[in-house]
Structure formats: C-alpha cells, structure tokens
C-alpha cells in the first residue's frame, strides 16, 4: 500500500513523537507550508465531519487541524515527499483527540451503543457468524435505519484512529531512525494488512491513502455507511492485536 510505503520510508514511522519541538523554521516558511498543506487538513475534517455527525463544527475541527499540522511542520522540519502521510496522521489524531477531550457522545446515546455492542456479541456467538444487517436490526427489534445508526454511534464512541496502529508499529521498531528500522515498520505494517480480508484492506487504504469519506466508500463498495464503519473499526482492531502480538 503505497501509503503505507510512504510512512515508512520518509522514516516519520521512527520519529513519530520523538522528534524536537522546534525546526528552525522562519514564521514565513511556517506560514507558506501552512498555506501549501491545508487542503490536507480540508479533506481530513470533510472525512471526519461525516463520521461525527457534527459533534463540533466544521470551522472548530479544521482550526484543531491547523494546529495538528503547525505541530507536524515543527517536529518534521521542511516537507518532503513523506510529509504529506506524516502530517495527515498527526492533524487527524489532533482533531480525534479534542473529540475524546470533551466526552462529546451524549450518556444515554453511550449507553445505547454499549446494549446494542452486547446484543450483536450473543447473536453473533448464536449464529457462528457476524449477523447481517438485517438479522441483527430484527434481533434488536429496530428498523434497519435504526440500526445502522446505532452502528454509527458505538463507531464514533470508540474511535480508533490509524496513527496509533502506526504508534505501534514505530514502537515494535524500536523507533530507530535508521533505513533497517524503517524497514522493519514496513514490513511490520505489511503483515498486519495480510491479516485482514479483502474488504477490510480496501475500507482501510480508502480512508487513510485516499481520504474519502464513509458515505463515498459505501458508493463505491455498494455498502451501507454503517457497514463501512464497522469494517474500518476491525480491522484497526485486528492491526493493532497483530502487532501487539508480533
């Protein structure tokens, strides 16, 4: 995944929170990139927007990017061509740790989402499989509407973002900044991607190689949102005990 190749290679893997605060950039050079490199942090708020049913507004998440992106400049020092992978790992943890910050899901919608969470866990030991979106709306005697915003909610209460899968990667590589450690992390990124099947591999590269949104992966797998969102949660589940495991 060429993403994947990028992160690794530019070896942002191995200085992923480990590199100074400051670059020796002028305010000027700071404010060109600034300007160069925010349609990145554009298209990661319209991507999150939709996952978050407007939680907060547009205006706040892209000035929370802003500054995620501003930190990214000053630890990365002048972009290269694996700055633009770096920086939008670090603008989108910046926006999903302000969300986390201020607890924003209402209790009773967490509440929903944990019974519905414990509800699909029972049917799906019943069946020895993951329920259809419609056996599981009809175990939970809701519509199917109903039940894919349930999806959406429990999705947007546990957000997993890919930067800390790929925290755990650079961790696993010891985070050495040398060509074998960034190698390492490739490789380490590469066996977890084997593990997930192929639908799971393709919610994953369309979302943080080609920034789309839920509702433009649902067109174009012909899935639901919910559906997406659910892939996109296991399958950085599933990255992150593989490389706890390795």
Not at 67 to 96: H, N, Q, W
Not at 129 to 156: I, M, N, S, W
Request: net charge negative; hydrophobic share 40%; with cysteine.
């Amino acid at each position: 995944m060429a993403y994947l190749a990028d992160y690794a290679d530019s070896g942002a893997a191995a200085m992923y929170g480990e590199a100074p605060a400051n670059a020796g950039m002028t305010p000027g050079e700071e404010q060109r990139h600034l300007l160069a490199y925010a349609p990145l942090v554009k298209r990661i708020v319209r991507q999150l927007n939709s996952q978050v049913s407007g939680a907060i507004s547009r205006e706040d998440m892209e000035q929370i990017g802003l500054m995620g992106l501003l930190e990214a400049l000053r630890r990365y020092g002048t972009p290269d061509k694996g700055f633009g992978s770096y920086a939008g790992l670090r603008v989108r943890g910046a926006i999903l740790d302000e969300l986390r910050r201020q607890d924003w899901r209402p209790r009773a919608v967490r509440q929903d989402s944990h019974r519905v969470r414990d509800a699909l866990r029972e049917l799906t030991r019943k069946l020895g499989r993951e329920p259809l979106e419609k056996e599981a709306a009809a175990a939970l005697g809701v519509t199917l509407e109903e039940f894919r915003q349930h999806v959406l909610d429990d999705c947007a209460e546990e957000m997993l973002s890919f930067d800390e899968v790929l925290q755990e990667a650079s961790e696993h590589a010891h985070s050495a900044p040398s060509p074998e450690e960034a190698y390492l992390v490739r490789r380490s990124l590469e066996q977890v991607l084997g593990s997930l099947n192929e639908k799971e591999q393709r919610v994953i590269q369309m979302i943080y190689e080609f920034e789309l949104s839920y509702k433009e992966i649902a067109a174009v797998l012909d899935l639901s949102d919910a559906r997406v969102c659910q892939l996109n949660k296991s399958a950085l589940a599933k990255m992150k005990a593989a490389l706890q495991r390795a």
